[in-house]
């Protein structure tokens, strides 16, 4: 059913990660924008944060052009739509590997990053 619902089916957005716990709040999105671009949102939040950097809020956005999504379509080496795709293979406890998994594969993305209360 997936394949075939992947054929009409495409979400703009899909959320890979969100979850809280005694250590505090961990969330990751993959969005794609009108223009073509995807574009991954994070946040964490607590003491993991605190312990790591000294404050307790951490936000992150990945930025992968519209020029590069093909190269990021190679790389998830399916058929599925990309946000199935990352869905499948890097949604829960597997969301921590994606960055390690973009710059392996090459793909290329923008970063922005803000550490602060």
Request: overall charge positive.
């Amino acid at each position: 059913m997936d394949d075939v619902m992947g054929r009409w089916w495409r979400p703009n957005k899909v959320i890979l990660r969100r979850n809280r716990d005694q250590r505090g709040y961990r969330y990751l999105a993959a969005e794609l924008q009108s223009n073509g671009d995807l574009v991954f949102v994070g946040q964490d939040l607590g003491a993991g944060v605190s312990d790591s950097f000294g404050c307790c809020e951490y936000e992150w956005q990945w930025t992968i052009k519209a020029a590069d999504m093909p190269k990021l379509r190679a790389a998830l080496q399916t058929r599925k739509p990309v946000l199935a795709a990352l869905k499948q293979r890097f949604a829960g406890d597997e969301s921590v590997r994606l960055y390690a998994f973009l710059c392996a594969s090459a793909v290329p993305f923008e970063t922005f990053s803000r550490i602060g209360d």
